[in-house]
């Protein structure tokens, strides 16, 4: 999710907000007048910036020097400066830009307004995330390649794609499909879609998402009433509000009757099939998505609200990330680390070699236990900010276990009954064409990554422990595949690891550091990422199978 890279950069007094701006996007909607253009850095100057072209670049970038230094000129009257979206911008390029010279200029322009007396901004992350230290990401190496395209194509770099980029394969394929759904033709209007986006991350507390949205929202042509309160939406929208919070909670309650009573002749406002799959694509992929950046820490960007500052550092502060708890025994937890390994890689080779055979009723009973097996995931969190809350209907609805114990659960999904492979790809490919062709590259891709090394060992098939991770989100979802022993799950997912997973997949506003650090202590942050995106997909899959199966039955 990026802003638009042609974005204009205003002269005004420092630290003013641009009116009609939105202080989390980094974007100004006002239309710039002769002046201000003539005075700052253009918006053309702006996204010649991201041409690929270096010679371009390279002249955008002096334009857009020359736009700043005359702002900070002696002949500028009064106190007028730099606006505040103007220095989130060069803050912005000056922490995220992949390109050394866009980055280093707007470093040194930003140094160059705070000699001349003006308040700059700084970020308050040290990096993209916090819960993977900045050092730490930058030795398991980002591929820059991907980065660099992603700002040559979007104008911007932010976190999330910072951090996917440890799986390049799997960024290329999320950022074409993310594309597809938010830019190209499709049934529903632009501002729509960032809409909709906006009301599924509200769901799960993601201020994150629903800033980035906010600001595509208004750059689609969004009227900026609709994000102080659903109340201001038009009521075709709203209507989507029930819908929205089962495929966020508990997607196995969508029925045939959701479906009717949003498309049927007579329903008021009436969706079509296809712009109720396109929106129920868009709500999915924003859940899961929120369970990403809940899951990997994501920090705010810099030119969001909680992602910057004014205010100097203080220096009694200590540069620690509070996020990053100190162990007091370093020593043993690197050795109980590496047993961990060990006892996980003899547990995989076993599950290989394994040539016992279970009865069908064996393997239900392992399904059953594992599904109603009890993960505590209650955690206390603060109030979710007003930006969040005012788009929330019904807040008090949550998560519950698809089978608590001792109640009677829903029927189970048999996956041979309704899979994505032979229902739901089909039923998405004809409602919006080569969306399903998309999310089926997505979910190969993420299913069959690997590079066949587990922390410190080469040369190891992992196919039996990322089946097992699918698997179990699908179980916690109420979903059975008749040929998989759910007993692998219990013997590969240790307790701590089934905790960040449950509590990722279904509360992932819950979601902590020491959840996060508790589990694969001697892994990869590479690989904790990659567990991630299995869930995350798992979970996207799971609650479109539920809806895509709705609206089967629907169209019989």
Partial sequence: MASNPGTGFTCRANGENTPGGVSGSGCSCRHQSESESDVGPSVKSLARLCSRDEDERAAALEELSQGVLSCLGPDRPGSARLSKQTLL??????????????????????????????KVPRALASGPSAFIHAKQMLKEGPDQDILIKSFLSLGRVDHITMVMALHPAYLSCFMRTQHALLELDGPLPRHWRHYIAIMAAARHHCSYLVQQHSAGFLEAGGEEIWLSGLEH?????????????????RPWLVTQQHIQELVCPGAEPRWSLAELIHAVVLMAHAHSLCSFVWGCGLSPEPDHIGGYTFQPP??????????????????????D?????????????ELQQQEEECTQEEMVTRFERERS???????VRGAPPDLVLRLVEDPEFRYEDFAPRGEQAPPTMRAQDYSWEDHGFSLVNRLLPDMGQLLDEKFQVVSNLTYHRMA??????????????????HCLYGIRYDDYDYGSVNVLLERSLKVFVKTMACHPEQTTARIYHAFWKHFRHSEKVHANLIVMEARLQAALLYTLRAITHYMR
Avoid at 91 to 118: F, H, K, N
Avoid at 314 to 335: C, F, I, K, M, T
Avoid at 373 to 379: F, K, L, M, R
């Fill in 314 to 335: 203080s220096p009694s502060l200590l540069p620690r990330s509070p996020h990053s708890p100190a162990h007091e025994d370093g020593r043993q937890e690197l050795v």
């Fill in 373 to 379: 097996e009890s993960i505590p995931t209650a955690v």
């Fill in 456 to 473: 410190m060992h080469e040369g190891v098939d992992t196919h039996t422990l990322r089946k097992a991770l699918w698997n179990y989100i």
């Fill in 233 to 249: 939406a038009p009521i075709k929208l709203r209507s989507l509000q029930t819908l929205n919070k089962l495929l966020a909670h």
């Fill in 89 to 118: 911008h060069l803050l912005r390029l000056s922490r995220s830009c992949p390109l050394d010279e866009v980055r280093g200029r707007a470093t040194q322009l930003l140094r160059t307004a705070q000699e001349q007396g003006v």
């Fill in 337 to 349: 680390g590496a047993m961990e390994v060990e006892v996980l890689m003899k547990r995989m080779v």
